[in-house]
């Protein structure tokens, strides 16, 4: 908990935390968890998309990996636990087996996701999907708000565009992928209950929305005659929040808005927005997507107005592996007594993962649900039974699952 508190000081502003991307905060925060990791005895990498992986040796040299991981970066102004906690707890994981001199029939590898939120570059999960695909699909051309691009704040950060592909991994290296993570939501709280594994994460796509219409004086163009991106835009929000409300399956948010010129006295006359959409179904988020898409053009049409739309990724859902699933369900009963299984609506790099591996996610309460906050909070002792479960985790993979 003091950990997850020290890395609050690796933040782009000193009010409110916020680490993004390949910036100089994220920058320390990752040289602080490579100490951290070494400090247990682990070896210790940045690979060429700036993940922080350290490595326990198992009784092999060379054997086959468990991976225990999450994200190290931050939404603005975030909440201490968000990735950190998992992060965190995998390291102390490996200081508890270092402490002991214990070695397990896998080695264990702990991996700090770089990107996962996605925030500076609207790239959500990009570090693991790097481990996963290597260079296919990097957003090399993606840039920030001040223009900047991935590639040119990859060579900013020490890191080479030409290396990215070396960060790709390969399943026959690996057993597996736990991940521990606050669980962004009410229900374990609701429950009464510590921790609990995680059946599958949903899929999203993330779009971005450009409307152009034309600019004018506040004062002078008859409502008749204007084109006004942001009233149509507003109309086009509104259908968003309709459609995903229609369907207990789905969710929908729309987080940026963005209007130019941006004057009180002015016609906005453009404006582009962002929309995540989330469902545990590929097929009722895929036609809600087709949907919006749809009504979004006739909108434009209808008032005069000119339409760009891009999917800026598409995330499939995931289900965590069955067997693996078994094994944490096991490990968080011995824990807490009680067994409860959670669909994530949030989006996890163990969804990612799991195309490289069997995959597994394990949430921790978090008071009121509260995340992607500042008032984001848990308990020392849920903290304490989240490590225990995933040492327990550790412990039944290696009485059942050995090394091939």
């Known amino acids: ?4 508190d020290e890395l609050t000081k690796f933040s782009r502003e000193p009010n409110a935390y916020c680490r993004t991307y390949l910036t100089p905060e994220h920058r320390a925060a990752a040289d602080w968890l490579a100490e951290k990791m070494r400090e247990t005895g682990m070896t210790v990498r940045e690979d060429s998309v700036g993940n922080v992986i ?15 991981g999450s994200h190290f970066d931050t939404v603005p102004d975030a909440g201490k636990y968000d990735g950190n906690l998992g992060v965190i707890t995998a390291i102390e994981c490996v200081a508890t087996l270092a402490a002991t001199g214990r070695r397990l029939p896998f080695a264990v590898e702990v991996y700090a996701f770089a990107d996962e939120e996605g925030t500076r570059f609207t790239t959500g999960f990009l570090t693991s999907s790097a481990v996963v695909d290597g260079i296919i699909n990097f957003p090399l051309r993606h840039v920030d708000q001040d223009g900047k691009s991935v590639a040119d704040a990859l060579e900013d950060y020490g890191l080479s565009v030409e290396n990215i592909s070396t ?12 991940e521990l993570h606050i669980e962004q939501g009410p229900v374990l709280e609701e429950n009464d209950l510590a921790i609990c594994p995680v059946t599958s994460i949903a899929g999203q796509t993330r779009l971005s929305i450009t409307i152009d219409g034309k600019a004018g004086h506040a ?21 968003v929040e309709r459609v995903c409300r229609a369907d207990d399956r789905l ?11 941006g004057a009180l006295n002015v016609i906005p006359g453009e404006v582009e927005f962002g929309i995540d959409i989330r469902s545990g179904d590929d097929a009722v988020r895929q036609s809600a997507v087709e949907s919006l898409l749809a009504f979004f ?11 760009t739309t891009e999917v800026k990724q598409t995330t499939p859902a995931v289900a965590c ?22 669909y994530s609506g949030a989006g996890h790099d163990a969804a990612i993962m799991a195309s490289l591996c069997p995959a597994g996610l394990i949430f921790v309460r978090c008071k ?26 550790l412990e039944r993979l290696a009485e059942s699952w050995a090394p091939v």
């Open 1 to 4: 908990m003091l950990r997850c």
């Open 54 to 68: 350290g490595r326990y040796e198992g009784q092999t040299e060379q054997a086959r990996a468990v991976i225990l």
């Open 167 to 178: 960060a790709k991994r390969h399943s026959d290296e690996f057993l597996a992928y736990i």
């Open 219 to 239: 004062g002078t163009v008859p409502m008749p005659l204007r084109r006004d991106a942001l009233t149509g835009a507003a109309e086009m929000i509104i259908e």
């Open 251 to 261: 969710v929908g948010t729309v987080g940026t808005v963005n209007v130019s010129p």
């Open 297 to 307: 053009r006739t909108k434009a049409k209808e008032r005069g107005l000119e339409i």
């Open 321 to 342: 592996d069955p067997e693996l699933l078994k094994i944490i369900d096991a490990a968080c009963a011995d824990v807490t007594g009680r067994s409860l299984q959670l």
């Open 368 to 393: 009121d649900g509260i995340s992607h906050h500042p008032a984001e909070s848990i308990s020392l002792d849920d903290a304490d039974m989240a490590f225990r479960a995933m040492m327990r985790t």
